[in-house]
């Protein structure tokens, strides 16, 4: 592994090279999991001359932390956020662990989200380190190189139950240089119903699963999905769901005794996750007694005041302000009191697709912003 790579560019081949694909849902890959690329992130810090430590969040996933010390008694704690993991690689059009240029454009497993603004912080950290020390600003910069974000910001939450904590953080993520200061919350179930199973050619001898969970979908449909429309936030917009996944039987032939569907509601500080986990129980109850409602994933919204000191630090190396729907470790750090916004180099339409990619020029535009941030605070 080289230490010296000639680019921004040629980094991102590096930790490309390294899978990381969060074992959650459909991998693809032989050996899920962050570990080899937690190492390879722990000693680029090194040798960049942080103190590292390494907090495993399950074996062979560690969240890594990377901590800059100023040269005096330090001002602030401002945690820079990359998460390790990135989704899985099955189905993908180009080479996932081969960095791939076509046309300006960098392609790759994690080359968006978030190996790329990785590497454009990583770049950054290289010139801020050739700074005299006394040159630099009293700052603590803690890297903290998160494990699990891809499903349910695992390791950000382990961070910050065990007491963890910061002044300001800045979660690594695809945000076209725009600082994104608000984004929804996430409440994400799965219902499921039992019934009997029996012979496609006799129904009436079994109980169809399937069929118990119809009127709920349409309750949901008809009845939550324009409750939750018509509660409005003045910067996140409505809070919305979708039902994104109804399963139901083994064979064409058999009737099903199992159903289940999945719901990601997505939410503002306006509207209680609580509340909602009622309704929704209260329809289940209505509409299909008998099944069982779990909790698969929940986070807090958050806004981030745009007059926030650090915030605005960063705005000045930015491109403007943004507000997003999706979930990410600012959330997490947030809920928990610390000032977050999501920021860096990359489209977010790009993240988790088969052709994931991030234009050249954005990631070196990512590591100049990076630079100014790090030198100008």
């Known amino acids: 592994m080289s230490r010296r790579p000639s680019s921004p560019a040629a980094l991102l081949a590096e930790m490309v090279a390294v899978p990381s694909v969060n074992p959650a849902g459909d991998p693809g890959a032989s050996t899920p999991g962050e570990a080899r690329y937690g ?38 704690t401002v945690a820079l956020v990359p998460h390790l993991d990135t989704v899985g690689v099955a189905g993908m059009t180009v080479p996932p662990f081969t960095l791939t240029r076509r046309a ?29 020390a006394a040159r630099r600003p009293r700052v603590r910069w803690v890297v903290v190189a998160t494990a699990g974000e891809e499903e349910g910001s695992a390791g950000a939450q382990a961070l910050v139950h065990e007491g963890w904590r910061a ?32 012979h496609g050619s006799q129904p009436q001898r079994g109980d169809n699963a399937v069929y118990r969970l119809l009127p ?39 009737v099903p005794d199992s159903c289940r569907v999945g719901l990601d509601i997505r939410l503002h500080p306006g509207v209680s996750a609580e509340a909602v986990l009622a309704r929704v129980r209260a329809l289940v109850q209505e509409h299909a007694p008998r099944a069982t409602v779990q909790v698969h994933r929940s986070g807090p919204s958050f806004v981030t005041a745009r007059s926030e000191p650090w915030a605005r630090a960063l705005r000045r190396v930015a491109r403007g ?47 100049e912003a990076f630079r100014r941030f790090l030198e100008g605070t």
């Open 39 to 76: 190492a390879w992130i722990a000693s680029h810090l090194r040798e960049l001359g942080a103190d590292v430590a390494v907090r495993p969040l399950a074996p062979g996933r560690p969240t890594v932390l990377g901590v800059f010390e100023p040269a005096g008694p330090p001002r602030a």
């Open 216 to 254: 709920l979908a349409l309750a949901l449909r008809d009845i939550l999905a324009p409750e939750l429309a018509a509660q409005r936030h003045p910067l996140l917009g409505a809070a919305s769901l979708n039902l994104g996944v109804m399963q139901g039987g083994r064979d064409i032939n058999i």
């Open 104 to 132: 300006g454009r960098l392609h790759g497993r994690g080359a968006c989200d978030t190996k790329g603004p990785t590497a454009a912080l990583l770049w950054a950290l290289r010139a801020w380190t050739r700074r005299p």
């Open 167 to 198: 002044d300001f953080a800045v979660a690594l993520e695809p945000t076209d240089l725009r600082v994104v200061h608000a984004a929804k919350g996430i409440l994400r179930l799965w219902i499921e119903a039992r019934g009997r199973a029996c």
């Open 321 to 367: 302000w943004a507000k997003a729907d999706w979930f990410c470790d600012a959330n997490i750090f947030a809920g928990a009191g610390i000032p977050a916004v999501a920021f860096g180099p990359g489209a977010i339409a790009q993240a988790h697709t088969k052709d994931e990619y991030i234009r050249e020029r954005e990631l070196l535009a990512g590591a």
